[in-house]
């Protein structure tokens, strides 16, 4: 039984160990959003009115590793957030990158038709985000981050999903809303 816990144990840290070292290297590059060389698509909930122009971005990528499809169907899910960070104006903007499956590029765009997510889908049959970004790991863990107006990536993880990540982003977005009211104010005295 003492074996079992000790290599459950020492699993467990080694998948700590590595997920802290694979956000080390993350944090070490920056995202490139080749989004010229991408299809812009629109649900038919397609709303015009929200500013979706920031300078920090929240980045959901779907690759062609997953049904673009299935996720796309359940990608209405990130309205909420979307609309909460119009209605506050917070400087953030939503980026959501589908590369699918060639053999699924037809139901994609008929999944992101009938979606209903507010803002636009940037369909990658050039698979250009992934040649722009490497260094991206395979698993779709990764795939959803909030980057500055440089592409460095600031924080990891989906807030839809996972509780303390959703704080965390908050929190920063918060804390960077203020910083930067502060210095247009300051700026104008």
Same mark, same amino acid.
């Given at each position: 039984?003492?074996?079992?816990?000790?290599?459950?144990?020492? !699993?467990?840290?080694?998948?700590?160990?590595?997920?802290?070292?694979?956000?080390?290297? +993350?944090?070490?590059?920056?995202?490139?959003?080749?989004? /010229?060389? *991408?299809? #812009?698509?629109? !649900?038919? /909930? =397609?709303?015009?009115?929200? $500013?979706?122009? &920031? $300078?920090?971005? %929240?980045?959901?990528?779907?690759? $062609?590793?997953?049904? !673009?499809?299935? +996720?796309?169907?359940?990608?209405?899910?990130?309205?909420?957030?979307? *609309? #909460?960070?119009?209605?506050?104006?917070?400087? %953030?903007?939503?980026? =959501?990158?589908?590369?699918?499956?060639?053999?699924?590029?037809?139901?994609?765009?008929? @999944?992101? #038709? @009938?979606?209903? %997510?507010?803002?636009?889908?940037?369909?990658?049959?050039?698979?250009? =985000?992934?040649?722009?970004?490497? =260094?991206?790991?395979? $698993?779709?863990?990764?795939?959803?981050?909030?980057?500055?107006?440089?592409?460095?990536?600031?924080?990891? &993880?989906?807030?839809?999903?996972? &509780?303390?990540?959703?704080?965390?982003?908050?929190?920063?977005?918060?804390?960077?809303?203020?910083?930067?009211?502060?210095?247009?104010?300051? @700026?104008?005295?």
């Amino acid at each position: 039984m003492q074996v079992l816990t000790l290599c459950m144990l020492e !699993s467990c840290y080694n998948n700590k160990a590595k997920t802290l070292h694979t956000l080390e290297e +993350l944090k070490e590059n920056r995202i490139r959003l080749p989004l /010229n060389k *991408m299809d #812009e698509v629109r !649900s038919d /909930n =397609f709303d015009k009115s929200i $500013s979706n122009k &920031g $300078s920090l971005r %929240l980045v959901v990528y779907i690759d $062609s590793f997953q049904c !673009s499809p299935c +996720l796309i169907d359940k990608i209405f899910q990130w309205n909420d957030k979307i *609309m #909460e960070a119009d209605k506050i104006k917070d400087n %953030l903007s939503f980026v =959501f990158i589908v590369a699918p499956k060639r053999k699924q590029i037809e139901d994609t765009y008929l @999944s992101i #038709e @009938s979606c209903g %997510l507010v803002v636009p889908i940037y369909v990658d049959t050039a698979y250009a =985000f992934n040649e722009a970004n490497l =260094f991206l790991p395979k $698993s779709n863990v990764y795939h959803t981050f909030l980057i500055d107006g440089k592409g460095k990536i600031l924080i990891v &993880g989906n807030p839809l999903t996972n &509780g303390k990540i959703d704080k965390l982003m908050r929190n920063f977005i918060k804390t960077n809303l203020k910083m930067k009211h502060h210095a247009n104010n300051t @700026s104008k005295v």
